[in-house]
């Protein structure tokens, strides 16, 4: 969601990328998935070209990376300075607090799109501040003081997935018993079929 695409496409390719992952992988202790500092190249390349461009730019990362296998590149990573390593973590955390920034509020920017850049997205947010929704607001809020708090109770759970599981059933009794349905949800914002989708293989428009 936060890359800008729909939440079955990531579950779907979360587990097919699994299973390719895991056989063609290099280790048997590789873990290969989802990971957030992907949210900020996903999202600037759906932004500017769309998910057709988000093809053919994995299609391209592919074979760089096939390359630099084969070519026994990976050395190089030991040139790169760590001041850059650092820098590149560090934007990226707050280009994804950024990103989260709206759906944090439950701002409303009626109609209009949000831009890609850091600048625009911050000047978007405060010009359409008077929207918040105070119950998103306060259930956002709730779930990263469970996420916070869970590690000092629970040390085999993690908090995320605590957090999960109560603000759900917490939601649910609000909007069932209250009649409150100013909180929104994943089943409000996006139509998720039941069905698995039809695999088939996307026109690719190579100039864009």
């Not at 587990?15 to 202790?29: C, E, P, T, W, Y």
């Not at 093809?55 to 760089?64: E, L, R």
């Not at 030991?78 to 607090?97: C, D, H, L, Q, R």
């Not at 008077?130 to 119950?135: E, F």
Request: aromatic share 12%; net charge neutral.
């Amino acid at each position: 969601i936060a890359s800008g695409v729909s939440p079955e496409k990531g579950i779907v390719t979360a587990i097919i990328a699994g299973f390719i992952i895991s056989l063609l992988g290099g280790s048997k202790v590789q873990i290969g998935g989802p990971t957030g500092a992907f949210i900020v190249i996903v999202y600037g390349v759906i932004q500017q070209y769309g998910e057709t461009g988000l093809i053919i730019a994995t299609i391209m990362a592919g074979v760089i990376l096939l390359l630099l296998g084969v070519f026994k590149l990976g050395v190089v990573i030991k040139f790169i300075p760590y001041p850059i390593i650092v820098g590149f973590t560090s934007g990226i955390a707050v280009t994804i607090f950024t990103t989260q920034i709206a759906d944090i509020f439950g701002l409303s920017f009626g109609g209009e799109k949000a831009p890609g850049d850091f600048v625009g997205k911050w000047l978007l947010y405060f010009r359409h501040f008077d929207s918040i929704n105070w119950w998103n607001t306060a259930v956002a809020m709730l779930s990263i003081a469970i996420i916070a708090l869970t590690p000092r109770f629970l040390k085999k759970i993690p908090g995320s997935l605590v957090a999960i599981v109560l603000i759900t059933v917490i939601v649910y009794l609000i909007k069932t018993f209250t009649g409150i349905d100013s909180i929104d949800t994943i089943g409000d914002r996006f139509s998720i079929k039941s069905e698995l989708p039809d695999a088939e293989i996307p026109a690719i428009n190579w100039e864009a």
